[in-house]
């Protein structure tokens, strides 16, 4: 059975102590803060699924600056909702910059 996916393409921005954060930690966060959002998230299937999230490309350790991610949904989300149920749930240093549809 294949789910419809709605996607939203998410720029950060990485500062402060957040620097020193990989991309793969940088994964981690953003999944968690998705799942305590209470949005409606697209999982992966398998053994193991988690929350899909797509990075276009990488920031460098300790560099600080742009973080995109693709961030895929069950049912269409508006970007002000994403905004709005996101933001309380980044830690510090990690700022929403841009929301756009794809």
């Known amino acids: 059975m294949n789910e419809v996916r709605f996607s939203l393409k998410l720029t950060l921005y990485k500062k402060g102590d957040m620097i020193y954060y ?3 930690d940088i994964f981690h966060l953003l999944g968690k803060a998705l799942r305590r ?3 409606p998230l697209y999982f992966t299937k ?4 988690h929350v899909k999230i ?3 490309f ?17 049912e269409e989300i508006s970007e002000s909702k994403l905004q709005q149920a996101l933001t309380p ?3 510090q240093g990690l ?3 841009k929301i ?3």
């Open 58 to 74: 990488a920031l460098k350790l300790g560099v600080e600056g742009k973080v995109e991610a693709i961030l895929y949904f069950i």
């Open 95 to 97: 700022d929403i910059l």
């Open 37 to 39: 959002s209470d949005l």
């Open 22 to 24: 990989s991309q793969l």
């Open 100 to 102: 756009e549809k794809i």
């Open 89 to 91: 749930e980044l830690p």
């Open 46 to 49: 398998g053994f193991s699924p």
């Open 54 to 56: 797509s990075f276009p």
